[in-house]
């Protein structure tokens, strides 16, 4: 076996971005042309007769975490096409099918750039989409995780786009995440030296990857096939600097629009006080098992943002009447899916958060 150092990959994919590997029928994969590279994007469109029966419905953008890519994502846009959601995914630089900058430039690359290359993936669905549908002003749902949850609250409050919905999935919360790597904190000295401070550190080998990412029962097969999706090496800048509170509260809200519950109409009457219903916009979405971005972890998160919430709704700062006070009406939902760790959408049982997800998109 080689030394630690030797058995994880230094030099970038050849070529560069890598051929492209067969996907699942319905699934496109094009790229996005940015100043920097090229970004991989799959795209899953609902049928013909799906889009007639269920118009308008908004599209969804998944946005992934740490060592992550668009394929982590294909059993939810084929879930979520077929419900009639046109589906996208991309794959940021250094992942996927996306250009690798080469090991040292992608180790500083930092969480403004990759923000950048979110931005780019947002844009151009967003610009697709008009197209598609002949409406400009076409927004997003925004679907992030783990550490692509935090790069999309980064990018939110930092105002680099608007969206129509955002589901912190098993997300890293942008109010400081040093307890998510309390899991590591005995171990990750001893692997940083012993990997000779690849970035790979802690998830160099399949058993690694079980135990951070998986339960205890999943199959090691299912882990090792997984495996294969992660990139070779990875940014310590970016979520290095997502370690001290980087969010407010108010200013990613803020980025979210459509607070109003669908086909509510407000009184014209000036004689009526309208009233209005917030739909949850926010949605955070936590997996029971996880070891990473707990549960506990992130029902702070979604304390913090109905506080939030609510200050920004008292200072009229959103566009309906604050008459509820019940915390399952007041912008915010947050949900634990049982029996599940950090990569829910990879698990085999992934469709139990699929199922909230599309519980939570029925009400915006």
Not at 11 to 36: L, Q
Not at 80 to 94: D, N, T, W
Not at 175 to 204: D, E, I, K, M, V
Request: aromatic share 14%.
């Amino acid at each position: 076996m080689p030394f630690g150092p030797f058995a994880l990959q230094w030099r970038r994919p050849s070529p560069n971005p890598p051929s492209s590997t067969p996907v699942p029928d319905g699934i496109t994969r094009s790229w996005i042309h940015t100043p920097s590279g090229p970004l991989e994007l799959l795209t899953a469109l609902p049928s013909k007769s799906t889009s007639s029966s269920n118009e308008a419905k908004p599209p969804l953008f998944f946005a992934h975490g740490g060592f992550g890519c668009a394929e982590q994502w294909l059993n939810y846009m084929q879930y979520f096409a077929a419900a009639g959601h046109p589906c996208y995914a991309i794959s940021y630089r250094g992942h996927g099918k996306s250009w690798y900058p080469w090991f040292w430039r992608m180790y500083f690359t930092t969480r403004g750039t990759m923000a950048e290359d979110l931005t780019a993936g947002v844009k151009y669905v967003e610009a697709l989409e008009a197209t598609r549908r002949g409406a400009p002003g076409t927004q997003v749902v925004l679907i992030a995780h783990s550490a692509g949850g935090a790069l999309s609250q980064y990018a939110l409050s930092r105002k680099m786009f608007q969206v129509q919905g955002f589901c912190m999935f098993a997300a890293v919360p942008g109010f400081g995440s040093w307890g998510c790597y309390s899991f590591w904190a005995l171990t990750a000295p001893l692997h940083f030296t012993y990997r000779g401070y690849h970035s790979r550190y802690l998830l160099a080998n399949v058993e690694q990857v079980k135990d951070a990412f998986f339960t205890a029962e999943t199959p090691l097969r299912h882990v090792e096939s997984f495996a294969k999706l992660l990139s070779p090496y990875e940014s310590m800048l970016w979520p290095m600097q997502a370690l001290n509170a980087f969010v407010t509260g108010p200013d990613v809200l803020s980025s979210i629009t459509g607070w109003v519950r669908r086909g509510f109409v407000p009184s014209t009457s000036p004689s009526d006080k309208p009233v209005s219903e917030p739909s949850q916009r926010l949605f955070i979405l936590a997996a029971q098992r996880d070891v990473l971005c707990t549960p506990t972890i992130l029902e702070d998160a979604a304390r913090r943002y109905r506080r939030a919430f609510r200050d920004m709704s008292l200072d009229n700062r959103l566009v309906f009447a604050q008459e509820q006070q019940d915390e399952e009406v007041d912008g915010v939902r947050f949900r634990v899916v049982d029996g599940v760790a950090h990569h829910m959408q990879n698990h085999e049982e992934w469709g139990k958060g699929a199922d909230e997800v599309q519980k939570w998109l029925e009400q915006l």
